[in-house]
């Protein structure tokens, strides 16, 4: 039986959760006209990770798993609306820019997190961090240069919207560390699809699109499923430190996936946002080393 408690166990399965992770940007790129089924799609989304989540919580707490939802609070349901703000933004910012920019935009999280919790927790930020922030920020802002175009521009707000929304679901972990996590994303999932239900009816759209795009939305949000899950068993016994590195693999993957010419997407990125990640990926990479005497451990459980 493999040993998780040992990090060589529990890092690569934390690189494989990155990877199921990394293929979301890949199914949503091949999603039929994907701008006009943004709420289809997250309304089968939102259902496909209540219903796993809340499987796997089954089999491994049985009926005591229900006993979480009493657990929840403010803090949790807080979370959960954050959470479920991200997955929003995050549908309306790849289908407006290039997989690149979100996913650097939500690569950026860590250092969101930090100003969050400044702001409302009262964490102290250290100079080495302020300088960390301001280089992503530098990056960031380089990323904006070829988005200054309507849409492309939509795209690269509502990926910094979603990194903030992550974010704030990390902070209600830290602001009430009792907060059953995976029920918190449980509640996400089913915010999601509540929410974008209501939109369609509003809307007077739809709720079926085609089987093909049904498909890919049940797959992504199974993705994102299994990706919680190995997240949940290896993160708990790896240091905060070396999660922020490992977590490039869903950024990394995702651009890669949709650049391979051999996958059918061939999304090349531009040369600013090319440049923008490059300060993005330093300043994560400064920020792991510089926390790296903090042995501080996150896992998500």
């Known amino acids: 039986m493999l040993d998780i408690k040992d990090a060589k166990v529990a890092i690569p399965i934390v690189l494989i959760a990155g990877l199921f992770w990394s293929f979301g940007p890949y199914v949503v790129r091949h999603i039929d006209e994907a701008q006009q089924v943004p709420w289809q799609y997250l309304f089968t ?18 009926n ?22 991200a ?80 974010a704030v679901f990390s902070i209600t972990l830290r602001w009430r560390k009792e907060t059953p996590k995976f029920t918190t994303v449980a509640i996400a999932g089913l915010f999601c699809c509540v929410f974008s239900g209501i939109m369609i009816i509003v809307n007077d759209l739809n709720f ?11 797959t992504h949000g199974t993705l994102v499923c299994l990706g919680l899950i190995l997240y949940s068993i290896g993160s708990k016994h790896i240091p905060a430190a070396e999660l922020t590195l490992l977590s490039l693999t869903e950024v990394i993957g995702g651009i890669f996936w949709v650049w391979l010419p051999i996958l059918g997407v061939n999304e090349i990125p531009t040369q600013s946002t090319v440049i923008g990640g490059f300060f993005i990926f330093l300043s994560i990479i400064y920020y792991s080393l510089i926390i790296r005497t903090n042995r501080r451990f996150i896992g998500l459980n």
Do not use: Q
């Open 87 to 166: 997955m929003i933004s995050f549908i309306y910012s790849i289908t407006n820019t290039s997989a690149a920019v979100t996913l650097l935009c939500l690569a950026a999280m860590p250092f969101i997190t930090a100003l969050l919790g400044f702001m409302f927790l009262k964490e102290t930020i250290s100079t080495n961090v302020w300088v960390s922030i301001s280089i992503a920020a530098f990056g960031i802002m380089i990323m904006a240069i070829d988005n200054t175009g309507k849409n492309t521009f939509f795209g690269l707000i509502f990926g910094l919207l979603s990194s903030v929304g992550f």
């Open 64 to 85: 005591e798993f229900l006993v979480n939802y009493k657990k929840v609070g403010i803090s949790g349901l807080i979370g959960g609306v954050g959470l479920g703000i």
């Open 45 to 62: 989304r939102g259902i496909v990770i209540f219903i796993i989540l809340n499987l796997f919580l089954y089999l491994e707490e049985g």
């Open 208 to 218: 079926l699109s085609t089987g093909k795009n049904h498909a890919l939305f049940a």
